[in-house]
């Protein structure tokens, strides 16, 4: 069964984004559900990813309780007996976590620790990514000498965009911009080496951050196959885009059809689609070390 979307009796819908929805479920909880929809290049498209939304769901539950000791969380429980009895069903537990309500920071926070994807393109044109110059002669996919801080703004409608730490601290003032640099790479840091512990290179990867009682928080999800860049360790090598376990799969496939990366999105043929949802179920298992069977 493959959900695109959902509509929860007697929880009032606050938000359907590109891929979750968000139910409110008192005044200090929501419900995040994260359906099958798949989002490539900020367009979504119509054929969902046949168990991709439970991937999601719980494999950030599994991150959240991994990297508890590094600061608060919106997390509360993914434990069905915790969740709003509209949710508790097989196929809405497994892809639902009850969350605390937070007041988001509108920035993305991203992490850099190898040289890919649009900041591999930048560094062609510019010998920088996001401000943070680089050595010369790096190759694509190649490790950076250390972690970078790319943020990017948050956009509702239509791309992010990336900008500087500059314009971060413009954007959010300094202090803050300070805190979600050093929260972000001290998450970044501690998901690499749990990733490295399983044969798995976290390229890069994004955090979303908010307020819950003044207390800056970790949001939204954390360390998934749609926020991050997980590549095999085995054949990883420099100078290529490495074998992935994410959605690059999908980007490679409509890069080379000419698509423009503008709506309607391009239709999926099946083995783009099962391949997609292999790789997430692999990278849950390789990083839970769980069988996805047995948990499903």
């Known amino acids: 069964m ?10 009032p819908l606050v938000h359907r984004g590109k891929v979750r929805e968000t139910y409110e479920v008192d005044d200090r909880h929501l419900l995040l559900v994260a359906t099958d929809r798949l989002s490539a290049f900020d367009v979504v498209f119509d054929q969902p990813i046949p ?3 439970a991937v999601l769901a719980r494999l950030s539950a599994w991150w959240f309780e991994q990297l508890a000791a590094l600061g608060a969380s919106h997390f509360v429980s993914a434990d069905p007996a915790d969740l709003p009895e509209p949710a508790r069903s097989a196929e809405m537990a497994s892809r639902s976590m009850l969350v605390r309500r937070a007041d988001r920071v509108d920035a993305e926070c991203v992490v850099r620790g190898y040289l890919a994807g649009s900041g591999w393109a930048e560094y062609g044109r510019s010998g920088a990514v996001c401000g943070h110059p680089l050595p010369s002669g790096l190759r694509e996919a190649e490790r950076l000498p250390e972690p970078i801080f790319t943020p990017s703004t948050k956009a509702e409608v ?19 911009a300070r805190q979600l640099e050093e929260r972000s790479i001290t998450l970044y840091l501690e998901g690499a080496r749990r990733a490295e512990a399983v044969g798995l290179i976290l390229a890069d990867t994004k955090f979303e951050f908010g307020w819950i ?12 196959p749609d926020s991050s860049r997980f590549w095999d360790a085995e054949h990883y090598a420099p100078g290529s885009s490495p074998q992935s376990f994410d959605k690059q799969f999908v980007r490679d496939f409509v890069a080379a059809s000419g698509w423009n990366k503008e709506p309607p999105a391009p239709t999926l043929p099946d083995e783009v689609i099962t391949g997609t949802r292999d790789r997430y179920v692999a990278a849950y298992e390789r990083l839970t070390g769980r069988s996805w069977e047995a948990s499903a």
Request: net charge negative.
């Open 2 to 11: 493959t959900v695109m979307t959902t509509d929860l009796d007697g929880l």
């Open 51 to 53: 168990d991709k939304g």
């Open 213 to 224: 009682d003044g207390e800056l928080a970790v949001i939204d999800e954390v360390l998934t």
């Open 158 to 176: 239509g791309h992010d965009e990336n900008i500087t730490r500059d314009q971060l601290a413009d954007m959010v003032g300094t202090d803050l």
